[in-house]
């Protein structure tokens, strides 16, 4: 691994979860490198510790997590604030759409879903996602939630890939990584 790939640990606690995130070649097609967070979500130690930052320093009223990974984590930080946790979701899994958006990914199209009767004009939620890759499904995730009236007080995600450049791409809300490479 070149100096350039290893991760940059952001929030001072991180270290032993950093050594857990496992690199997977030509995943999820030849060429590129999948970053792996199962092996930190498995320990629990790690897990407590990913949690606790990625709610630390920011007010929010509910958390709102990105299929898939983002459920794990944003459910956790969720109950560690003491708040409740909505789903943004994949088209099809709810019974009852709030609102739907459609957006670019790095590998095609996505769309995400708001289930009804989840969010309030005006709460305050934080979008807690796994990676922050080009920035399309974090951006996606806090137009959604805008168009329901909630202030995105923060997205925060677990790793970002900075090469990238998603965090440019997220308009309207602060983001935090806990990590970055």
């Known amino acids: 691994m070149a100096d350039s790939d290893v991760v940059r640990v952001i929030h001072p606690t991180l270290s032993k979860a ?4 496992r690199e997977v070649p030509d995943f999820p097609e030849p060429g590129v490198l999948f970053r792996d967070i199962s092996p930190l979500l498995a320990d629990g130690e790690a897990l407590s510790t990913v949690v606790t930052a990625l ?47 459609d957006y670019a ?9 708001l289930a009804a009767d989840t969010i309030s004009a005006g709460q305050r939620v934080l979008v807690v996602d796994d990676v922050l890759a080009t920035g399309g499904t974090l951006n996606a995730a806090c137009e959604l939630l805008g168009r329901a009236g909630a202030k995105v007080s923060a997205a925060a995600v677990v790793l970002e890939l900075t090469a990238l450049g998603g965090r440019d791409r997220v308009l309207g809300a602060d983001v935090h990584a806990l990590l970055a490479v």
Not at 73 to 80: L, S
């Open 55 to 101: 709610g630390d320093g920011h007010e929010f009223d509910v958390v709102a997590g990105v299929e898939a990974r983002g459920f794990l984590v944003g459910a956790a930080v969720a109950q560690a604030y003491g708040t409740g946790v909505v789903g943004l979701r994949k088209p099809g899994k709810l019974p009852e759409v709030a609102d739907r958006i």
């Open 18 to 21: 950093a050594r857990l995130i």
């Open 105 to 113: 990914l790095e590998y095609g199209t996505a769309s995400l879903e």
